[in-house]
């Protein structure tokens, strides 16, 4: 073994790997990075879909992806529904499961914290609670047990998280504005 072949200096060879390797890549199609974490993204059916999320300097495309999910329908309603539904019918189940969201189908995002404190002088608990990442947010609320003081935490969440990407869809789509 020459000294070139013990180091592996020789193993690309012409015309054996480099068919090859090209092939492989290309039916990934993100080969390199991995996913830093998921959003959820409201297809044009209505029902929510993760989408992975990349590091921005490995993913230039993220908002066209967003883009794509949220003008067609979810994968499970591509693969159940017969495709004879137009664009109008999907957008129109879309418009009505946004209407009326089915409730505790999200969990709060990893990690998120509650964080409560019992005052024995009003007889009542002050609480917050921390999501970090994407959809960070901190709220505070008060309450007079502590079961309600979580509820009411987590439905503020949720409330500051739809208005939050309402405002999104808002800025990214061009709007009439009625005067
Ligand atoms: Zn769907």
Same mark, same amino acid.
């Given at each position: 073994? $020459?000294?070139?072949e013990?180091l592996g200096l020789n193993k690309y060879k012409?015309?054996k790997v480099?068919?090859?390797?090209?092939?492989?890549?290309?039916?990934?199609?993100?080969?390199?990075?991995?996913?830093?974490?998921?959003?959820?993204?409201?297809?044009?059916?209505?029902?929510?879909?993760?989408? %992975?999320?990349?590091?921005?300097?490995?993913?230039?495309?993220?908002?066209?992806?967003?883009?794509?999910?949220?003008?067609?329908?979810? $994968?499970?309603?591509?693969?159940?529904?017969?495709?004879?539904?137009?664009?109008?019918?999907?957008?129109?189940?879309?418009?009505?499961?946004?209407? %009326?969201?089915?409730?505790?189908?999200?969990?709060?995002?990893?990690? $998120?914290?509650?964080?409560?404190?019992? %005052?024995?002088?009003?007889?009542?608990?002050?609480?917050?609670?921390?999501?970090?990442?994407? %959809?960070?947010?901190?709220?505070?609320?008060?309450?007079?047990?502590?079961?309600?003081?979580?509820?009411?935490?987590?439905?503020?969440?949720?409330?500051?998280?739809?208005?939050?990407?309402?405002?999104?869809?808002?800025?990214?789509?061009?709007?009439?504005?009625?005067?």
């Open positions: 073994m $020459s000294l070139r013990s012409p015309g480099a068919e090859k390797k090209p092939a492989a890549k290309a039916a990934l199609p993100h080969p390199g990075p991995k996913a830093i974490g998921t959003e959820d993204v409201v297809c044009l059916c209505g029902h929510v879909e993760k989408m %992975n999320l990349f590091e921005l300097k490995h993913d230039r495309f993220q908002d066209a992806r967003r883009e794509k999910m949220q003008q067609r329908p979810c $994968s499970t309603c591509r693969r159940d529904e017969h495709d004879s539904r137009t664009f109008r019918d999907w957008q129109k189940a879309g418009e009505k499961r946004r209407k %009326n969201p089915p409730q505790a189908r999200h969990r709060l995002p990893d990690g $998120s914290t509650f964080f409560v404190t019992y %005052n024995a002088e009003s007889e009542s608990w002050t609480g917050t609670l921390t999501v970090t990442g994407e %959809n960070g947010h901190t709220l505070t609320a008060m309450s007079r047990g502590v079961f309600g003081l979580l509820s009411i935490l987590d439905s503020k969440y949720r409330q500051w998280l739809h208005t939050k990407r309402q405002e999104k869809t808002e800025v990214t789509e061009p709007q009439v504005v009625a005067t």
